[in-house]
């Protein structure tokens, strides 16, 4: 906990976004996981690849 792990490393993402987190409240997307939206204050922020 608490380190910083790169993204992407080896290429293991299915996904080809750079910004794999997603705001369920505006649909903005970031390239980290914010613990609240930037945009529109919401707190539901999850990766936009887990299902
Ligand atoms: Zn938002």
Known sequence: MGLMR???V??????????PYECRGCE???????????????YTIERDDWD
């Open 10 to 19: 080896g290429s293991e993402s299915e996904s080809d976004s750079n910004e």
């Open 28 to 42: 903005a997307s970031f390239t980290v996981r914010y613990q609240v939206c930037p945009e529109c204050g919401g």
């Open 6 to 8: 790169r993204l992407g």
